[in-house]
Every structure is written in C-alpha cells, then in structure tokens.
C-alpha cells in the first residue's frame, strides 16, 4: 500500500528520501482519483525498496496542495532529490506511471 503523506510528515517522507518518490494528490469525492488508487498501489508493491509511493490527501492536507499549486485531481508528481521532476494530471494507464518512474530510477 502506498503512504499516507500529510503536511506534517511530507519533508521528511519526500523532500528527503534518497529514492524517486512519487506522490498521488487525490480526494475521496473524486471518482478519477478512485480509478487511479488502486493503480498507485500496485505500483507501490512492484516498486518496493525502489521507489516511494505515497497518496497526499487534498482536503486533509492543503498546505502541500497549495505549496504545489495542485488544482486538478488526481494529480501525480515525480520528485527526485526533493525537486519535482515530471507530473501527470488525470487518470491514465499504469504504463504511463510506470514509464516515467523508470525514467527516474
């Protein structure tokens, strides 16, 4: 399963991790975001001690939200040595995720 990220724990979980990080920015109301989640935790499972995988919350967690300008969801980014390298916006298949992960790695 993919990590809860919440505004207290991001830095350290994201900012910080020495491994590609991708995060998942969704809401329980939004029904492209529950196509997407099951997706982002398979992903995780595949990509286990390779990548992080986590899920941010939007309407639990809008300091991160805001500090990242996220105003569609689902809304993905990629970050490499806390910094956003690539982003997607919307539901797509798992093998557009899984290219650009590995892009990262």
């Known amino acids: 399963m ?7 724990n991001f ?3 994201v900012l910080k991790s020495d491994k590609p990080v991708l995060v998942d920015f969704w809401a329980e109301w939004c029904g492209p975001c529950r196509m997407v989640g099951p997706v982002v935790d398979e992903i995780s499972k595949e990509y286990e001690g390779k990548v992080v995988v986590g899920k941010v ?3 639990n967690n809008p300091q991160i939200s805001t500090q990242f300008g996220i105003r ?3 809304a993905l980014l990629f970050f490499k040595n806390g910094e956003v390298v690539d982003k997607q916006v919307g539901a797509v298949p798992k093998s557009v995720l899984a290219g650009k992960l ?3 790695l």
């Open 2 to 8: 993919a990590l809860e990220i919440t505004d207290a």
């Open 11 to 13: 830095e350290e979980v």
């Open 57 to 59: 919350n939007v309407d």
């Open 72 to 74: 569609n969801i689902p």
């Open 102 to 104: 590995d892009k990262q």
